[in-house]
């Protein structure tokens, strides 16, 4: 049986946490393709005074059907504060 997207985020979300030993702080994005499940994530690299100024990761995961990590990688860093480019 397959794991639903909520599952799937979450088994993602512990699995970086647990290899990278960052804190999580949301949630991005999740597709599937021909490869896997994909889940976009945000970590926070660096916790500083005020909130705003902290350094946040965007991480990828993909993993299988069955929710195990496959591979990630950091894709981007920002400032909390900073707005994202929309394009």
Same mark, same amino acid.
């Given at each position: 049986?397959?794991?639903?997207?909520?599952?799937?985020?979450?088994?993602?979300? #512990?699995?970086?946490?647990?290899?990278? $030993?960052?804190?999580?702080?949301? *949630?991005? =994005? !999740?597709?599937?393709? @021909?490869? &896997?499940?994909?889940?976009?994530?945000?970590?926070? #690299?660096?916790?500083?005074?005020?909130? $705003?100024?902290?350094?946040?990761? *965007?991480? =990828? !995961?993909?993993?299988? @059907?069955? &929710?195990?990590?496959?591979?990630?990688?950091?894709?981007?860093?920002?400032?909390?504060?900073?707005?994202?480019?929309?394009?």
């Amino acid at each position: 049986m397959e794991m639903t997207v909520p599952k799937l985020i979450e088994r993602a979300r #512990e699995q970086l946490a647990e290899a990278i $030993g960052l804190k999580l702080s949301s *949630t991005l =994005e !999740a597709s599937k393709d @021909d490869q &896997g499940w994909h889940i976009s994530v945000e970590m926070i #690299e660096k916790k500083s005074i005020p909130d $705003g100024m902290d350094i946040l990761a *965007t991480y =990828e !995961a993909r993993l299988n @059907d069955k &929710g195990e990590l496959l591979e990630f990688g950091r894709k981007k860093l920002r400032k909390r504060i900073d707005t994202e480019d929309q394009e």
